[in-house]
Protein backbone atom coordinates (compact mmCIF):
# COMPACT_ATOMS: atom_id res chain seq x y z
CA UNK A 1 0.00 0.00 0.00
CA UNK A 2 3.12 2.13 1.05
CA UNK A 3 4.20 2.18 -2.85
CA UNK A 4 1.30 2.78 -4.11
CA UNK A 5 0.36 6.02 -2.25
CA UNK A 6 3.93 6.96 -2.82
CA UNK A 7 3.59 6.19 -6.87
CA UNK A 8 0.09 8.16 -6.45
CA UNK A 9 1.98 11.55 -4.66
CA UNK A 10 5.14 11.34 -7.11
CA UNK A 11 2.23 11.71 -10.29
CA UNK A 12 0.65 14.05 -8.61
CA UNK A 13 3.71 16.27 -7.89
CA UNK A 14 5.01 15.49 -11.55
CA UNK A 15 2.08 15.98 -13.44
CA UNK A 16 2.20 19.60 -13.79
CA UNK A 17 5.75 18.99 -15.15
CA UNK A 18 4.74 17.15 -17.65
CA UNK A 19 2.26 19.28 -19.08
CA UNK A 20 4.26 22.08 -18.95
CA UNK A 21 5.86 21.99 -21.96
CA UNK A 22 2.75 22.31 -23.48
CA UNK A 23 1.66 24.57 -22.29
CA UNK A 24 4.81 26.84 -23.45
CA UNK A 25 4.33 25.82 -26.81
CA UNK A 26 0.56 26.71 -26.78
CA UNK A 27 1.81 30.11 -25.58
CA UNK A 28 4.67 30.07 -27.91
CA UNK A 29 2.06 29.33 -31.09
CA UNK A 30 -0.61 32.35 -29.84
CA UNK A 31 2.03 34.77 -29.67
CA UNK A 32 3.21 33.89 -33.14
CA UNK A 33 -0.03 34.07 -34.50
CA UNK A 34 -0.92 37.31 -32.70
CA UNK A 35 2.53 39.13 -34.30
CA UNK A 36 1.83 37.39 -37.89
CA UNK A 37 -0.02 40.19 -40.29
CA UNK A 38 -0.80 39.96 -44.05
CA UNK A 39 1.95 43.46 -43.85
CA UNK A 40 -0.91 45.53 -45.60
CA UNK A 41 1.34 48.49 -45.24
CA UNK A 42 3.92 46.89 -48.04
CA UNK A 43 1.36 45.51 -49.84
CA UNK A 44 0.16 48.99 -50.59
CA UNK A 45 3.81 49.94 -51.40
CA UNK A 46 3.93 47.09 -54.15
CA UNK A 47 0.37 48.61 -55.56
CA UNK A 48 2.10 52.20 -55.99
CA UNK A 49 5.46 50.85 -57.34
CA UNK A 50 3.26 48.99 -59.99
CA UNK A 51 1.04 52.44 -59.98
CA UNK A 52 -2.14 51.00 -59.27
CA UNK A 53 -4.40 53.13 -57.01
CA UNK A 54 -7.08 51.01 -56.82
CA UNK A 55 -5.11 48.05 -55.97
CA UNK A 56 -3.31 50.09 -52.91
CA UNK A 57 -6.85 51.61 -51.79
CA UNK A 58 -8.19 47.68 -51.70
CA UNK A 59 -5.97 47.38 -48.41
CA UNK A 60 -8.05 50.15 -46.72
CA UNK A 61 -11.59 49.64 -44.83
CA UNK A 62 -14.38 51.54 -47.21
CA UNK A 63 -13.97 53.98 -44.14
CA UNK A 64 -10.75 54.20 -43.26
CA UNK A 65 -8.55 57.48 -42.44
CA UNK A 66 -5.41 58.45 -43.94
CA UNK A 67 -3.55 60.80 -41.62
CA UNK A 68 -0.95 62.29 -44.10
CA UNK A 69 2.44 64.58 -42.85
CA UNK A 70 1.83 68.27 -42.70
CA UNK A 71 -1.64 67.27 -44.79
CA UNK A 72 -5.35 67.27 -44.24
CA UNK A 73 -6.97 63.45 -43.58
CA UNK A 74 -8.23 61.87 -46.24
CA UNK A 75 -11.66 59.59 -45.37
CA UNK A 76 -13.03 56.82 -47.07
CA UNK A 77 -11.24 54.42 -49.55
CA UNK A 78 -12.56 56.42 -53.01
CA UNK A 79 -10.62 59.35 -51.67
CA UNK A 80 -7.82 56.90 -50.25
CA UNK A 81 -7.46 56.03 -54.44
CA UNK A 82 -8.09 59.69 -55.11
CA UNK A 83 -4.54 60.90 -53.04
CA UNK A 84 -2.40 57.90 -53.82
CA UNK A 85 -3.41 58.87 -57.36
CA UNK A 86 -1.88 61.94 -56.63
CA UNK A 87 1.10 60.72 -54.94
CA UNK A 88 1.27 58.81 -58.56
CA UNK A 89 0.78 62.09 -60.80
CA UNK A 90 3.63 64.01 -58.38
CA UNK A 91 6.00 61.10 -59.26
CA UNK A 92 6.27 58.68 -55.94
CA UNK A 93 7.85 55.43 -56.89
CA UNK A 94 10.15 53.16 -55.51
CA UNK A 95 8.23 52.54 -52.47
CA UNK A 96 9.74 50.42 -49.41
CA UNK A 97 7.96 49.76 -46.71
CA UNK A 98 10.09 47.40 -43.78
CA UNK A 99 7.73 45.99 -41.72
CA UNK A 100 9.01 46.45 -37.41
CA UNK A 101 6.04 45.12 -35.56
CA UNK A 102 2.43 44.09 -35.56
CA UNK A 103 0.13 42.74 -33.61
CA UNK A 104 -3.01 41.68 -33.61
CA UNK A 105 -6.18 40.87 -30.81
CA UNK A 106 -9.34 39.67 -32.19
CA UNK A 107 -10.58 41.59 -34.81
CA UNK A 108 -8.04 44.49 -34.49
CA UNK A 109 -4.39 44.90 -35.04
CA UNK A 110 -1.50 47.75 -35.64
CA UNK A 111 1.38 47.44 -37.69
CA UNK A 112 4.36 49.70 -37.12
CA UNK A 113 7.07 50.10 -40.14
CA UNK A 114 9.88 52.04 -41.25
CA UNK A 115 9.47 53.73 -45.16
CA UNK A 116 11.34 54.87 -47.97
CA UNK A 117 10.17 56.48 -51.31
CA UNK A 118 11.84 59.00 -54.52
CA UNK A 119 9.30 61.44 -54.59
CA UNK A 120 9.47 63.87 -57.52
CA UNK A 121 10.84 64.10 -61.21
CA UNK A 122 14.09 64.51 -62.50
CA UNK A 123 16.58 67.23 -60.97
CA UNK A 124 14.24 67.58 -58.45
CA UNK A 125 13.61 63.92 -57.27
CA UNK A 126 14.23 62.73 -53.75
CA UNK A 127 14.50 60.50 -51.26
CA UNK A 128 12.33 60.53 -48.48
CA UNK A 129 12.64 58.05 -45.60
CA UNK A 130 10.40 57.67 -42.54
CA UNK A 131 7.74 55.87 -40.26
CA UNK A 132 4.57 55.17 -39.70
CA UNK A 133 1.67 53.57 -37.87
CA UNK A 134 -1.54 51.66 -38.96
CA UNK A 135 -4.37 50.35 -37.13
CA UNK A 136 -5.75 47.22 -38.66
CA UNK A 137 -9.24 46.20 -39.05
CA UNK A 138 -10.54 42.36 -40.36
CA UNK A 139 -13.13 42.86 -42.56
CA UNK A 140 -16.57 40.60 -43.43
CA UNK A 141 -14.60 39.46 -45.88
CA UNK A 142 -11.90 38.06 -43.23
CA UNK A 143 -8.85 40.13 -44.67
CA UNK A 144 -6.76 42.85 -42.61
CA UNK A 145 -7.23 46.30 -44.14
CA UNK A 146 -6.08 49.34 -42.53
CA UNK A 147 -8.65 51.88 -41.20
CA UNK A 148 -6.39 54.49 -39.77
CA UNK A 149 -2.48 55.36 -41.08
CA UNK A 150 0.01 57.87 -39.66
CA UNK A 151 3.17 58.82 -41.07
CA UNK A 152 5.64 61.54 -40.85
CA UNK A 153 9.32 61.67 -42.75
CA UNK A 154 12.50 61.81 -40.51
CA UNK A 155 14.48 65.03 -40.54
CA UNK A 156 17.40 65.06 -43.23
CA UNK A 157 20.55 63.27 -42.33
CA UNK A 158 23.83 65.66 -41.57
CA UNK A 159 25.83 66.40 -43.93
Do not use: C
Not at 19 to 31: D, G, T
Amino acid sequence: MRSASTIFLLLLVSTPYLLLPQKVSEKKSALAAQSVLTRPAAQVAAAINKKDAAKAASFYTEDATLMPADAAMVHGRKRVEAFVKQWLDEGVTDVVVTPITSYKIGERGYEVANFELSAGTDEQKVRVIGKLITLLRKDADNHWRMEYEIWNTNPPAPK
